[in-house]
């Protein structure tokens, strides 16, 4: 399984990112997709991760500015960012897991300036 992201970059506080993820390879069609992210110093973080079904779950930190989408038909997976905070500055890393496994992208800087 391979994940692809994109979407990252250098935004204001206050501005939006769309991060993306296509997934390739042996894909079931029940598993969860979502988004971690990473910072220098802390322990990785569950950003917000979804169902095949589409049942969301978000971290309270994200909760009313984040919102998580999949296209199952596309094998991806997306995470709308709004009202971001320098806080939110970090690595985000996509994940699958299916069947017990992990699989995870190569990881996107997303930087905000305040």
């Known amino acids: 399984v391979q994940l692809v992201e994109a979407g990252g970059g250098l935004v204001q506080a206050g501005g939006a990112l769309r991060l993306s993820c296509a997934a390739s390879g042996s894909l079931f069609s029940m598993n969860l997709m979502g988004w971690y992210r990473q910072t220098p110093g802390k322990p990785s973080e569950l950003v917000a991760d979804a169902t095949s079904g589409g049942a969301a779950n978000y971290a309270d930190s994200v909760k009313g500015r984040f919102t998580i989408s999949r296209d199952n038909a596309k094998n991806s997976v997306y995470l709308q960012m709004n009202s971001l905070k320098a806080e939110d500055t970090s690595v985000y890393y996509c994940?699958?897991?299916?069947?017990?496994?992990?699989?995870w992208g190569q990881g996107t800087q997303v930087t905000v300036s305040s």
């Open positions: 994940n699958i897991v299916q069947r017990g496994v992990y699989y």
